[in-house]
């Protein structure tokens, strides 16, 4: 079949119809800021799409806002609030449990639409509109939309940019002025592309691609840069691995980070959201401030050793190390794939673990993931029964628990100097609570399979 | 992706697990949901002129219609104290361990609290600590750090607590975003950066003079001088008293007392 000759068209960035080339966090803030184009250093005033807050830092926003605006003033869209309680929940530390009731208070004066309320703290299935972890909460209630905007009083709201959006945190004054304007002042960021290509390991998980790439550019690597993840690899993972990698963005000082949306974007989104939402892809001939590529084949299973998320070292040279418990939770590991792997790694060892291993579903969800979901190749065994057989702790009440210390009551807290592998996402000192615990950050592979050992082990002793 | 696995129903997942978890239909609320009375959180006004009003629509406008120039002039104010010296990467945990949020910055009792805590998390290798544990007085009003302060949690509670532990300044060779952020939105501290890594030349206890308007910062203890990169449009809103104070002077936002 002949095709029409071409020679006559030209490509459309040289009849000047075109708008200069812009990356994906460019579009996103170009859009929100109701503007045809946006360069990186640019400072914008965007619409907010989504605002969320949670028990530590709502009130102190709740704050602002009623001062600066007046007792009697109302938020901008009270459908575009989500108030959800998640770290210090299951304490009875009296401020802690203040905090809540202040955010109900809240709530309910303002006719707040996405409020996921907890009042019986002795059990959190009596609480039917209990989430859990904000970020996961966020994307399972189907609050994560390609192209939006998303601020939260919570430095891990990057973790959404797994959704092809633009999200960061910010602090209670700026929470406050978003309340009652629903707007942003936001300088545009240059964008870090990190380009991942080929098949995934079956040893490694996202949680060993971030701390690959922290511990390449460093805690400030990325400071007042977005991070954009592209290439196979990326292609190949799954939502909440792709919020895994958003998640610690944060700890390479990143502004904000993002996947491209695609079918396992909308898939995910299919059940959980009717807002109609518009993704974004950055243009071919974006210019980006620098690229790091990385051959996936060539990775292996890491840790970062304390005190600071960019000191990786390979999890088989750290095998010396002995340690004193496991961790497993929070919105970086505590999610139902996080538990799926680990539930995968002990089925494959068939072991008990040498140290108590604290297990914590980042919400009710994944709470009954835990407990429902048929673990691959196991005859028929739920990750629960797997956890129990493997001598874990029960699974506790979904919440942010000791990922970063909380009140002394707080559950798995490390109260005494004691080494700890952990699913989180920060080791500085005094992070899970005790200044003098030693934290090594790893995937949840890497956790169970130290687990078993009481040493930092490499999951490859138990995957084949 | 859990959407291709097999799942048992909830209710036979606890018929034969011995965990110590229940069965149980949850009932739609819980017997009788406790209505919390409070007092409603006063606040330290930002700026005393402002008289409080009840608005329900609150106009916004993109574009500052007055300029601030001649009300918020920073090119004399000046610091001057004792200051305290911390390394690189302070983080947020250091400044003000997780344990103080449940502090609310908004509440003035409890901000006076969190000013107590300001760099508690601080290792015990800082033989000398920022507030000591049975002191009142607040000593140090500059703070010298390294690369990249205030890294970490986007918690405003930690220019706060240094705000309120009477820090008036910050210098570090440089900043994590959200502190820096925080920082100009709450007006609790100048974020200062330095040209060169002052931290390794002064030392905790130095008496220091910083002149905001020249970028300059004097060591008294030593006799260096340095330079620092000029605060620029953070200045004025630090100096309004952060951002709503800022947006009100600049005609972003309407004024309370209207």
Redesign the interface.
């Known amino acids: 079949m002949a095709m029409a000759t071409r020679q006559s068209e030209r490509k459309p960035a040289t009849t000047g119809s075109m708008k200069s080339p812009m990356t994906m966090t460019e579009k996103i803030l170009a859009k929100g800021a109701e503007k045809a184009e946006v360069k990186a250093g640019d400072n914008v005033?965007v619409n907010v799409d989504v605002f969320m807050t949670n028990d530590?830092?709502g009130?102190?926003s709740?704050?602002?806002f009623?001062?600066?605006?007046?007792?009697?003033?109302?938020v901008?869209d009270r459908e575009k609030v989500v108030v959800i309680p998640d770290?210090?929940i299951f304490t009875s530390?009296e401020?802690?449990n203040?905090?809540v009731?202040?955010l109900?208070?809240f709530s309910l004066d303002q006719n707040i639409k996405y409020f996921y309320d907890i009042?019986?703290l002795s059990?959190f299935?009596?609480?039917?509109d209990y989430k859990g972890v904000c970020h996961i909460a966020l994307a399972q209630e189907g609050h994560c939309r390609p192209g939006e905007i998303l601020l939260g009083?919570?430095?891990h709201?990057c973790t959404a940019g797994a959704f092809g959006q633009f999200a960061t945190?910010?602090?209670?004054?700026?929470a406050?002025?978003v309340l009652?304007?629903g707007?942003l002042l936001l300088k545009v960021p240059q964008t870090l592309r990190f380009v991942m290509d080929g098949e995934m390991p079956d040893y490694l998980l996202a949680k060993d691609l971030i701390l690959q790439i922290i511990g390449e550019i460093s805690?400030?690597g990325a400071?007042?840069k977005s991070m954009e993840f592209v290439g196979t690899t990326i292609e190949s993972l799954?939502?909440e691995e792709r919020m895994t990698l958003c998640n610690m963005v944060?700890e390479a000082?990143g502004?904000n980070g993002v996947v491209a949306a695609d079918s396992?974007t909308f898939?995910?989104l299919e059940d959980k959201t009717s807002v109609p939402y518009e993704p974004v892809y950055s243009d071919a001939l974006a210019s980006f401030h620098s690229e790091f590529r990385f051959d996936i084949s060539k990775l292996e299973p890491l840790v970062a050793k304390p005190h600071?998320p960019d000191n990786r070292a390979l999890a088989r040279e750290c095998k010396h190390i002995k340690i004193d418990r496991v961790y497993i939770g929070s919105c970086t590991g505590g999610k139902?794939?996080d538990f799926?792997a680990a539930a995968k790694l002990f089925l494959a060892s068939g072991k008990k673990v040498k140290v108590p291993t604290f297990l914590v579903p980042a919400t009710q969800k994944v709470w009954?993931?835990i407990?429902?979901?048929?673990v691959?190749g196991s005859g028929g065994k739920?990750c629960?029964?797997i956890f129990?057989e493997a001598g874990c702790d029960?699974p506790a009440s979904p919440s942010c628990a000791a990922c970063?210390?909380?009140?002394?009551d707080t559950y798995a807290r490390m109260n005494e100097a004691q080494v700890c592998v952990s699913t989180t996402n920060?080791n500085?000192?005094?992070?899970m609570?005790h200044?003098e615990g030693q934290i090594y950050l790893a995937s949840p592979y890497t956790a169970a399979a130290s687990a078993l050992t009481g040493y930092i082990t490499d999951p490859r002793e138990f995957l084949h | 992706m859990a959407a291709s696995l097999t799942r048992i129903s909830y209710s036979s997942a606890f018929t034969f697990s011995a965990s110590k978890t229940s069965v149980l239909s949850p009932s739609l609320f819980a017997s009788s949901i406790k209505v919390p009375t409070f007092s409603p959180l006063t606040v330290k006004p930002l700026c005393s002129t402002f008289a409080p009003h009840a608005a329900h629509g609150i106009s916004f406008t993109r574009h500052a219609t007055s300029t601030p120039a001649s009300v918020l002039d920073t090119s004399t104010k000046t610091f001057h104290g004792l200051c305290y010296v911390v390394g690189d990467n302070i983080d947020t945990d250091q400044i003000i361990p997780a344990e103080y949020l449940t502090l609310v910055p908004s509440n003035p009792a409890e901000y006076e609290k969190l000013g107590s805590y300001a760099l508690i998390g601080l290792p015990s290798s800082y033989t000398t600590r920022f507030i000591e544990p049975n002191e009142t007085k607040r000593k140090y009003s500059i703070v010298i750090g390294g690369a990249n302060f205030g890294c970490g949690s986007s918690r405003e509670h930690a220019p706060v607590a240094l705000g309120a532990a009477g820090a008036k300044a910050v210098v570090a060779e440089s900043y994590a975003r959200i502190f820096f952020r925080n920082s100009v939105a709450t007006g609790e501290v100048y974020p200062l950066e330095s040209e060169a890594r002052i931290c390794e030349e002064c030392k905790t206890g130095d008496v220091m003079t910083i002149e905001l308007g020249e970028s300059r910062l004097i060591n008294h203890s030593t006799g260096k001088e340095y330079k620092l990169k000029s605060i620029g449009d953070a200045g004025p809103v630090i100096e309004a008293g952060g951002i709503f104070a800022y947006a009100r002077k600049t005609g972003m936002i309407p004024s309370q007392s209207n």
């Open positions: 005033w530590i830092s009130p102190g709740i704050g602002i009623r001062k600066e605006f007046g007792e009697n003033a109302k901008w770290h210090y530390d401020r802690a203040r905090n009731d202040i109900r208070e009042t019986d059990n299935k009596a609480n039917p009083t919570d430095s709201t945190g910010i602090g209670n004054t700026e406050g002025f009652g304007t707007a805690v400030a400071t007042y799954n939502m944060i000082g502004k396992t898939k995910y600071s139902t794939q799926l009954v993931d407990y429902t979901l048929i691959p739920t629960s029964q129990e029960t970063m210390g909380g009140p002394k920060r500085f000192p005094g992070r609570g200044k």
